[in-house]
Every structure is written in structure tokens, then in C-alpha cells.
DNA sequence: CTTTTCACAGTCGCGCGGATGGGA
DNA sequence: TCCCATCCGCGCGACTGTGAAAAG
């Protein structure tokens, strides 16, 4: 209930848990200042999960809901779960928790199984539904035990989920985007674990997008033939290899192919118009034991309801087809003329995006960045490393870059000589120093997570090997200027673009045609999440190539 | 009327092969 | 002259959303 939309919903409004409430003491534990602007859910969308996050005595993130009627199978067949968890199996340091080995959640008729899960229910598995807590008020990030979660490009998924998100779903596969990209940590570096994610049904109903808006009509269909686990492709490795990158499903695809055969392995089938959540599953694998049992009962699930999506077999909403577009670098050639994006306003378009970096060197002032990420993710007093602020004062452009192309070299030598002994940036943050303008912005994998730093209890690895940075992996190359010189630095290479003359002052005929012909939200969007340009000069030779994306779909 | 399918154009990364340049 | 490394261009495949046609 903490963590994104929900923590957001409970925040401002109850939510609409279809007969649950909200624990009197989740309200009483949780101080305001912890929960965030982030993802509101899309009018007339109410959030799904209908769940109610039961606080655990001396922790958080307690992870059975207390009402599953629509959830995901494991969590709908937990639904009388008593919100006490055993202090016997309580995980140290008191967030999260497991259940007694052997004991299952019971009671739950199982309305949306998922083949691939079995009965839908993890004997002993943590579900981890509700991470944030006063502890870890963070967006994106979760923990279960020792195990701890974090979506990498948050920011974005939020972005979408503002809209609800719409995934297509074509006969020979699609990727998702925003994919699902993690990084994890407080695994046993030398244990064996498999990672993998599946798809469940939200609710039981089909939808509908009608007047602007989705809405439910219809009962869900029956169960659908097809797989709909995922597993990733470095499964089973250890504790470390997983810890050591981020772990992506950018090749995961969903189909509506229900006798899809080739590709098995890469697709998880769905059914158009019907809302799904996809689950994260980390389970340790002993020695011996095999693939059959998965997940397991040593399996951990985490569910980031920004996730959330609804399948289908074209976009619905104008909204999501421009965050579409504007984000991800496979639709490029459907970004308009950069010029005419930035003769509307700004808050308008959805997301200024350029579609080349290079050419188009976009600037941010320097300004801009830090105070967005201030406005949108507000910084809670906890959020301080040793004791400190995470932004320098006199560097108070730190990016933290979110994700990070896998197969990029990582220049540690550079970094750590520069940083390397910097305390606030423990966690492969480097310093990026904000070009100046105000429509930059940067494919969806640089999207900087709004915290980029983890809480203060979070564990890294001690030190990164090189290549191995484990938490945030730095942009490549990319160095802070020391003070003084960004302005030689636009002097030199950062050309201002001729068409950012005006995007404060919106021509509304000119907009009007433009939402027209590129279907752009004529109500403001959000654009203030939208990242930095990078500096050509810094890059690769394409600052707008998203070579991260590309390298790591390359793989 | 709604939903699905298909062909299309655009972008990009990757791999291959040829051209080029430096050193032995 | 030969060998090796690097650079460059081209073609291919993967991937995207669009828009029209087909299907239900």
C-alpha cells in the first residue's frame, strides 16, 4: 500500500478496495511526508489490487492483502490472511516476513490462476505487495526479507500509469514498454537463485475504452491456454550475477496467440482488453532440486502496481501511443519535427522528446532537473546517506542514472578516481552536470530514478568490481564539469537549438493542429520527468541512439 | 460498430567485407 | 611486401506505430 499509485491513493483518497479498509494503523504508522506525488491512477481507472497492506509489528511491507477478490492469484488465494504475521518468522531487520515453513494462506478460491504458478500459491512464499513504509519511503523500491527490489525506470512506468498503461499484444509477440527492468539486492552472493516474472489478472472484468476513459464491461473471459511465466535467461545464476547488473526482461514478449509454439519460452500470453499486473519472483535454488517446482516455496514475489497494464491489440489512448513514442527509441521514426514539438507548450506535450541528441544537443538549465525530481519525488527527511544530503551542495547536479546499458563498458578506473571516494555516491552515482535547456530529454532507460540512491538501510555490495556496479550503474563517460566550465562547454558544443524559442509561449491554434496530427494530449502531460540531454560530447557518437536500449536488445 | 490483422515506412544495431594505414 | 588493426559503408533483421482492410 505504500508504494506507488497505492501510497498516492491513500494519500489523497481512500481507496477503492471493493469492501476493504484501510488498516487503522497503516494510517497511524506512516507519516504523510512519506508518501509522494507519484502515479496518480488514471481517472475512472481506480487501482486495482485491491488489496489493504497489513503493517507488520516492528517493520513494514507486510505482504498478504487482506482482501484478494481480484488479485493476482497468489495474493487472491491469501485473502484471509491474518495480518499478524508470526514473530517466529519474521526476517531480520523486521521488514517483510515468511510465513512458517509448510503453512500455506488459506481459504481463496483461485478466480485467476496462473498456469504457470500452479495453484496459484507459494507454500511459504513472501508476497511482497506493500514496501513503503516510514522506513523506506521510496518509490519503485521494495524489500522482502533481505531481499530488496528496486524498478529501475520507475519514473517512467509512474508516467504511464498516470494513463494506464496499454501494452500491445500482437500474434507473433511484442515487447513490453516500458519493460521490466530491476535491480536487486540482499541475496546471498554465492546462492543460486532463478528470476522470473509472470503475468496475472487484475480483475475479473473486461475493459473497455469509452468517452476518454477505461472502463469495465463485461466479465473477464476463462482461463486462457499459454504460458504466462517469464523466466530470465541468466536463470539460474548466483546471488552476485544477479546483483551485479540490473535484471531486465526487455526481451519478454506478449502475444494473444494462444497456440503460440515457437518463441514459448520468450511470450506469455494474454487476452486483449483485460488489465494485468505483472509479479517479480526471486527463488533461491538448493542444490538438486530442479525446474518443475517454480515458483516455489522458496520463492519471494514483488509487485509493483505501476506495472500494471492493459493488453491490447491496439492503443487505445492518444496519451500512451505520444509516451510511446516519445520514449521509446523503436518508434523514433514517429517523432515528429523536433521544431514543431517545441512551438507548443511544454507542459502540454506530453513528453518532449528529440529524436536525435546529436543533432539537436537539447539543454536543460541547470536548474531545471534537481527541482523537478524536488517537486515530483519530494525528498523526505530520510532521505540523507551518512547522515547527508544526497545532493552536493556543490554539485548538486548528481544524476543517478537508472539504468544502463549491460553491455557498456564501464569506465570504474575514471569514476572512482573522480568519485570514487565521494560519500555520496556510494552506489556507482555519478555526477552528471545538466546541460541547460529546458526540452531535453533522454530516452526512457535514462529516466533517473527518483532516488536514485537507496535508503540509507540499503545494502550494496561492497565494492563494485569493474563493470559490476550493482546498484546504479553510471552513464557512461559521463563527468561532472567542475564549476565554472558548463559554460564553456555550451559555448563549445552545445548548441541551442533554433526551435526552442518558445515553449513557454504556446501558440494554441498551432497546438490544437499539432494534437491533432500527432494526438497529443490536449491536457497537460507530464514532462517534467523527462531526463537531461546528454552532452554529445560525452556520449556515444548518437546522444539520441539510446544505446543502452539498443545494446541491451542487441544481446 | 468494435476488434484484430496485416503491410508499410522509418529507425537502429549488428555483422560482414572492403579499404586504409601503420609497423615489422 | 606482408600482416594486422581500424575504419567505413552496406545490407539485413529487429522493432516500432500507423492506417486500412478484414473479421466478428
Redesign the pocket.
Known amino acids: 500500500m505504500l508504494n506507488g499509485a497505492q501510497s498516492q491513493s491513500f494519500a489523497k483518497e481512500p481507496l477503492d478496495l471493493q469492501g476493504a479498509k484501510e488498516p487503522a494503523e497503516l494510517k497511524m504508522g506512516v507519516p504523510e511526508r512519506f508518501y509522494f506525488p507519484d502515479a496518480p491512477a488514471p481517472e475512472g481507472c481506480p487501482l486495482s489490487l485491491p488489496y489493504s497492506a497489513p503493517m507488520v509489528p516492528g517493520g513494514f511491507g507486510g505482504s498478504a492483502p487482506a482482501t484478494g477478490r481480484f488479485l493476482s492469484p497468489a495474493l487472491s488465494s491469501c485473502s484471509a490472511y491474518r495480518p499478524q504475521p508470526p514473530p517466529a518468522a519474521a526476517q531480520p531487520g523486521g521488514h517483510g516476513f515468511a510465513l512458517p515453513p509448510g503453512e500455506l494462506y488459506p481459504g481463496g478460491g483461485e478466480l485467476y490462476p496462473s498456469p504457470a504458478a500452479g495453484d496459484g500459491c507459494y507454500p511459504g512464499a513472501v508476497q511482497h505487495v506493500f514496501p513503503r513504509g516510514p522506513l523506506y519511503p521510496v518509490p519503485g523500491y521494495q524489500l522482502s526479507g533481505k531481499i530488496q527490489v528496486m524498478l529501475n525506470n520507475y519514473p517512467l512506468w509512474a508516467k504511464f500509469h498516470k494513463h494506464q498503461t496499454e501494452m500491445?499484444?500482437?500474434?507473433?509477440?511484442?515487447?513490453?514498454?516500458p519493460f521490466l527492468s530491476f535491480n536487486l539486492s540482499g541475496l546471498d552472493p554465492v546462492a543460486h537463485y532463478r528470476v522470473c516474472v509472470d503475468i496475472v489478472l487484475v480483475d475479473q472484468h473486461?475493459w473497455?475504452?469509452?468517452g476518454g476513459k477505461w472502463v469495465q464491461?463485461g466479465k473477464a473471459e476463462g482461463n486462457m491456454p499459454g504460458n504466462r511465466l517469464y523466466i530470465h535467461p541468466d536463470s539460474p545464476n548466483t546471488g552476485a550475477h544477479w546483483m551485479r547488473q540490473e535484471v531486465s526482461f526487455g526481451?519478454l514478449?506478449l502475444t494473444?496467440?494462444k497456440g503460440a509454439s515457437n518463441n514459448i519460452t520468450q511470450m506469455i500470453v494474454l487476452?486483449?482488453?483485460h488489465k494485468y499486473q505483472p509479479r517479480l519472483h526471486v527463488t533461491e535454488v538448493k542444490e538438486g532440486e530442479g525446474d518443475e517446482a517454480y515458483p516455489s516455496g522458496n520463492t519471494q514475489t514483488f509487485i509493483f502496481p505501476e506495472t500494471q497494464f492493459i493488453a491490447?491489440?491496439?492503443?487505445?489512448n492518444?496519451d500512451i501511443?505520444?509516451l510511446?513514442?516519445d520514449h521509446?527509441?523503436?518508434?523514433?521514426?514517429?517523432?515528429d519535427n523536433f521544431d514543431s514539438m517545441y512551438t507548443t507548450a511544454e507542459g502540454d506535450r506530453v513528453t518532449p522528446s528529440p529524436?536525435?541528441a546529436t543533432s539537436c544537443q537539447q539543454l536543460l538549465p541547470g536548474s531545471r532537473f534537481p527541482s523537478f525530481l524536488h517537486e515530483q519525488y519530494p525528498l523526505p527527511q530520510s532521505r540523507y546517506y551518512n547522515g547527508e544530503p544526497l545532493q552536493h551542495k556543490e554539485h548538486p547536479r548528481w544524476y543517478f542514472a537508472s539504468q544502463q546499458p549491460p553491455?557498456a563498458p564501464l569506465d570504474y578506473g575514471a569514476y572512482e578516481g573522480s568519485y570514487g571516494g565521494n560519500k555520496y555516491m556510494p552506489f556507482g552515482v555519478k555526477a552528471f552536470p545538466l546541460p541547460a535547456s529546458p526540452h531535453a530529454t533522454l530516452p526512457y532507460y535514462q529516466e533517473p530514478h527518483p532516488f536514485g540512491s537507496p535508503p540509507a538501510a540499503w545494502q550494496p555490495p561492497a565494492k563494485p568490481s569493474p563493470g559490476a556496479l550493482g546498484w546504479f550503474r553510471p552513464v557512461r563517460d559521463i563527468r561532472p564539469l567542475p564549476a565554472g566550465e558548463e559554460k564553456g562547454k555550451d559555448a563549445e558544443g552545445w548548441a541551442e537549438p533554433a526551435s526552442v524559442k518558445s515553449v513557454d509561449s504556446s501558440d494554441s491554434g498551432l497546438f490544437e493542429a499539432e494534437c491533432k496530427?500527432?494526438?497529443v494530449s490536449p491536457y497537460a502531460s507530464s514532462a517534467e520527468s523527462s531526463p537531461p540531454a546528454r552532452n554529445g560530447d560525452l556520449y556515444?557518437?548518437?546522444g539520441?541512439?539510446?544505446?543502452g536500449?539498443?545494446?541491451f536488445?542487441?544481446?
Open positions: 500491445i499484444i500482437t500474434k507473433q509477440g511484442r515487447r513490453m514498454f473486461h473497455r475504452y469509452q464491461c526481451k514478449k494473444n496467440n487476452q486483449s482488453l491490447v491489440t491496439a492503443y487505445q492518444a501511443t505520444q510511446k513514442i521509446n527509441p523503436f518508434a523514433k521514426g514517429f517523432r529524436p536525435d553491455a496530427r500527432r494526438r556515444d557518437k548518437d539520441g541512439a539510446d544505446p536500449y539498443y545494446g536488445y542487441g544481446n
